[in-house]
């Protein structure tokens, strides 16, 4: 069995996919993409009805992260762009709003926390973080309907949701993990060399067999 090298973390348009691309790209990691679409297209369903969506898609993502994590921890050089510890911020967020009934949070955080015995830490997990006007920006820029259906207010509550996200994860792992935070509002942040090597050659500080 081996270890996820990196976990790449971030709400939705904070950069994360630039990041694993960047890290992937530099250091000669493997990529393990974000699955964010399925066959039942829950994803693009749970954006005109949250009610009667929001369970299934969310034990979808869960399972599916899951599965990927599995898959990702049997070699020593993968990074995952989103992982099951992000999961359990929409989880939350969505019964905060009420589209989750307590049994059905009740269902989700059993079927969380069983999983998570199966699960090795990664050696680094890298937080991105960015302003919020930025994430809208960019949401609108990517164009993807769903996301721009879901209206700033959904965007607005997803982003307050992360902002305790690096306390959630060291609550849930009994290791010592190591933890790399990345203001990443700057959009010249991957065309500016002095930036991009600043942030490398932090990252090689924990990998210095690469």
Same mark, same amino acid.
């Given at each position: 069995m081996g270890q996820i090298q990196i976990i790449v973390e971030g709400m939705t348009a904070s950069g994360k996919s630039t990041i694993v691309e960047l890290l992937s790209k530099r250091m000669n990691f493997s990529i393990m993409p974000e699955e964010f679409r399925d066959p039942l297209d829950l994803l693009s369903k749970f954006h005109y009805d949250h009610d009667k969506w929001a369970f299934p898609m969310q034990l979808n993502f869960l399972v599916t992260r899951f599965a990927q994590y599995l898959c990702a921890s049997e070699e020593n050089n993968y990074i995952l762009d989103r992982s099951i510890f992000g999961d359990k911020v929409y989880a939350m967020m969505y019964y905060r709003d009420g589209y989750f009934r307590d049994s059905q949070l009740g269902c989700y955080l059993t079927l969380y926390d069983s999983l998570l015995r199966y699960v090795k830490p990664p050696k680094l997990f890298v937080l991105v973080r960015c302003e919020f006007s930025e994430i809208m920006r960019r949401i609108k820029s990517r164009g993807r309907q769903d996301e721009i259906d879901a209206g700033i207010e959904y965007w607005r509550? &997803?982003?307050?949701?992360?902002?305790?996200?690096?306390? &959630?994860?060291?609550?849930e792992l009994h290791h010592d993990v190591n933890f790399y935070e990345l203001e990443l509002s700057d959009p010249e942040f991957i065309h500016t060399p002095s930036m991009t090597d600043k942030f490398i050659s932090d990252v090689r500080k924990y990998f210095p067999e690469r």
């Open positions: 509550a &997803l982003y307050d949701a992360y902002m305790p996200f690096l306390d &959630l994860v060291k609550s």
